[in-house]
């Protein structure tokens, strides 16, 4: 930051996330208000329309991200500031990426048995029903989903709520606290109880990345893997989508996923170190 941006900036505090989360539920309506008007009713009832879809997910995107943009341009905070989209190492980046896809069973599994102690709450309908539509677009549609599925929220979700939320509520609360609360709300938004409950344990792992390595990129490269990964696997078996939630991954995948998550972090933790120091 240049010595005229430190004149200017106006910290982060508490509320400032909490402002930009309700800049995007009201930029959310007015988004689902418009694409109503612009989506003729007979093609947006045909749910299976993988363009439809798209830009349904694209515009929550676009909101969530300009969301963040406003509330952090009117603190006047530059985004290319220490904790954003600055350039962090590879050799902490890469780790930290990587680690999403361990971490991302170890989540499925806790779904799994929330969904066994309360079935109805904790349903797979919805991540079937998204697992369904991918399964059967076109090749071309597949692609785009998958862009869009991986691509956007890398930068709106990361943006608002590890770019915003989480920045904000450490000035006002211990890192573990603003954490904690911060994913809580990332899982609140997918509005689902298995989704959102995924998202949140996930979104503790996407703090870590950000934290970690002092940069967006490596939470953002994350999560984009996380949602490839997963579109991948609606791709080529979307009745899996729906029987790993129900029923669980088997007991060696999940042993050998928290073993290469918990490799995956000290291994960040020990990079940063060994990278805080040399420098």
Known sequence: MDDRESLTFRPLRFWHGLQGLALSMVLLVASALALSLLIPEQVAADLRRWDVIALQLLAVQVCFTAAAVIVLRTRRVPLRTEGLWTTARPVVVI????GVLPAGILCDQAVSVLHGLNPTLFSTQSLGDMAARISVASPSGFIALCAVIAMTPAIGEELLFRGLV???????????????????????VH???AQGTSAALLGIYLAFAAMMTGSLLSAAIAHALNNL??????RFDADSVQRVVATGWDPLVVAVAGVLTAAAVVGVLFLRRKSDYSS
């Open 166 to 188: 989480l920045r904000s509520f450490q000035a006002d609360m211990p890192g573990y606290f603003a954490v904690i609360y911060s994913s809580i709300l990332f899982g609140a």
């Open 229 to 234: 990964a997963w579109c991948l696997f609606a």
């Open 95 to 98: 780790p930290a990426a990587l």
């Open 191 to 193: 509005m689902d109880w």
